[in-house]
């Protein structure tokens, strides 16, 4: 392969006329051929590429810094979000020309979107319990079973908090379902863990 053909020589060689500016940070008005032709060079390094292929970095790098023979920069990765997560990994590569590698670190993250407000189950709880303890059969937050076992539906409990992601809810759920215990216990009442959801059955029968 000559050298004209050799995409890794080729950003090298552009890379080698670019005026950068202080603490060698790369001006915006290269970013885009930059990116491009990394891109273009990125199968040719050698390392683990972190599941980053080439055209995940077209129109993602920032913090770039040219300091020869070294290309730095970082950009932001998305996996944790599509797992319902408010923040996006930072990540950060070094990429070695001279050497032909690639390495990477982790940078920290950046909030994408409000996170979601505390929800205190507590007082929630406490009310719940109240109607189970006293049978309260028309309760719309209890689908009562027999008078010994009841279901506790959560998104009756739930209702008026802003849209969240799944995880978060499940996270709201989980944690009322243990207040929920921690009350209703003494109360002669017990979680039946063996169905999924808030279920609970009498354990002081006479």
């Given at each position: 392969?000559s050298l004209?053909?050799?995409?890794v020589?080729?950003l090298?060689?552009?890379l080698s006329?670019?005026?950068?500016?202080?603490?060698d940070?790369?001006?915006?008005?290269?970013?885009?051929?930059?990116?491009?032709l990394?891109?273009a060079a990125?199968?040719s390094?050698m390392?683990?590429e972190e599941?980053m292929k080439?055209?995940k970095?077209?129109?993602r790098?920032e913090?770039?810094?040219?300091?020869?023979?070294v290309?730095?920069?970082a950009i932001?990765?998305?996996?944790?979000t599509?797992?319902?997560?408010?923040r996006?990994?930072?990540q950060?590569?070094?990429i070695?020309l001279?050497k032909r590698?690639r390495t990477?670190?982790?940078?920290?993250y950046?909030?994408?979107?409000?996170m979601a407000?505390r929800?205190?189950?507590?007082p929630l709880?406490?009310?719940?319990?109240?109607?189970?303890?006293?049978g309260?059969q028309?309760?719309?937050?209890?689908?009562?079973?027999?008078?010994?076992?009841?279901?506790v539906?959560?998104?009756?409990?739930?209702?008026?908090?802003?849209?969240v992601?799944?995880r978060?809810?499940?996270g709201?759920r989980?944690?009322?379902?243990?207040a929920?215990?921690k009350?209703l216990?003494?109360?002669?009442?017990?979680?039946?863990?063996s169905?999924?959801?808030?279920?609970f059955?009498r354990?002081?029968?006479?």
């Open positions: 392969m004209a053909d050799d995409p020589e080729r090298k060689a552009w006329k670019l005026a950068v500016g202080p603490d940070a790369v001006p915006p008005a290269y970013v885009d051929e930059i990116e491009k990394l891109a990125w199968p390094l390392g683990y599941g080439p055209e970095l077209r129109g790098m913090e770039i810094h040219w300091k020869p023979p290309l730095s920069f932001e990765r998305h996996g944790r599509v797992m319902g997560s408010t996006a990994d930072l950060y590569w070094d070695d001279n590698e990477s670190s982790g940078g920290g950046r909030q994408l979107y409000p407000s929800v205190n189950v507590s709880a406490e009310d719940v319990a109240r109607a189970i303890v006293q309260q028309d309760d719309p937050r209890l689908r009562w079973k027999g008078p010994d076992r009841v279901r539906i959560a998104t009756e409990v739930l209702p008026a908090y802003e849209p992601y799944e978060t809810q499940s709201r989980k944690r009322l379902w243990e929920l215990e009350i216990q003494p109360k002669g009442w017990k979680r039946d863990k169905e999924a959801g808030g279920v059955i354990t002081n029968l006479k």
